[in-house]
């Protein structure tokens, strides 16, 4: 489910061309999300825009600072692509009402292809040879964003309450406490039950967009699914804990 960069070191820089490609790229994909935008909430919207070319701008500097292959490659492409999709989320956020009816159809749509294009990425980096630490980094950020902000749309929606910040957040308050605990930060293990799980959550999340999807249905899918991600972390912070 996520791809890794090339394992040239980090400090060899890419030149322009990936840049380029980058920024071309996004200027096209920021159309697309004005477009879509404008075509659900019936009128010009702007977040989501912000939203993607915020993260595409941080996405360009790392590149520049980080990658050494010499172009993109369609697996980075396809990240970025699910980061655009993932900033529409933006619009049912700031628009809740947005979530029944067709629009509530349309982003549970858009939110199911953003998680079956995860399932992408991976082959397209290793047919390409450029797996590494770069591109499964991005397509790990990209997960992390998406289901952060999924969580968002599922609470603003009704759908469950303020608790299922959680489902989506886990990871970012797991990286906020390994600065008081560096011992947290230390690498893992690759672990199939942590990708299955992530996939999972994300999946939790996506199905309680479906406008059938109510409470307390809904709150059911989410308890169960942040069970199970409060197990998998539970199983981490164990095994980092072991060896402090």
């Known amino acids: 489910m996520s791809h890794a960069p090339q394992s040239v070191p980090a400090t060899h820089p890419s030149g322009l061309r990936p840049i380029a490609k980058h920024v071309l790229l996004s200027a096209a994909l920021t159309v697309v999300v004005l477009a879509v935008s404008w ?3 019936g009128r010009i919207f702007w977040l989501p825009v912000l939203g993607f070319v915020l993260g595409s701008g941080a996405v360009a500097v790392l590149l520049w600072r ?3 292959g010499s172009h993109l490659g369609a697996a980075n492409a396809l990240t970025l692509m699910r ?9 049912p956020i700031a628009r809740p009402d947005l979530t029944q009816g067709a629009t509530g159809w349309a982003i549970f749509a858009l939110a199911l292809m953003t998680l079956a294009l995860d399932g992408l990425d991976g082959p397209l980096a290793r047919r390409s040879g450029l797996a590494g630490p ?3 980094r991005f397509d790990m950020e990209v997960d992390a964003v998406f289901g952060l902000l999924l969580a968002l749309v599922v609470w603003r929606s009704g759908a469950a309450g303020v608790w299922v910040l959680l489902l989506g957040g886990m990871r970012y ?3 906020l406490a390994s600065f008081a605990l560096p011992w947290l930060a230390q690498p893992l293990p690759q672990r199939f039950r942590r990708k299955l799980v992530c996939v999972l959550q994300i999946g939790a999340l996506v199905v309680m967009l479906a ?3 109510t409470p307390p249905l809904s709150q059911w899918i989410a308890l169960v699914a942040l069970g199970l991600l409060t197990w ?3 199983l981490d ?3 980092l804990a072991r060896r402090k």
């Open 66 to 68: 980080h990658w050494s």
């Open 211 to 213: 406008p059938l999807v």
């Open 237 to 239: 912070v164990i095994w």
């Open 232 to 234: 998998s972390f539970a």
């Open 83 to 91: 980061l655009a999709l993932a900033a529409l989320m933006l619009l």
């Open 134 to 136: 770069w591109g499964a």
């Open 173 to 175: 308050l797991f990286v």
């Open 39 to 41: 075509v659900l909430a």
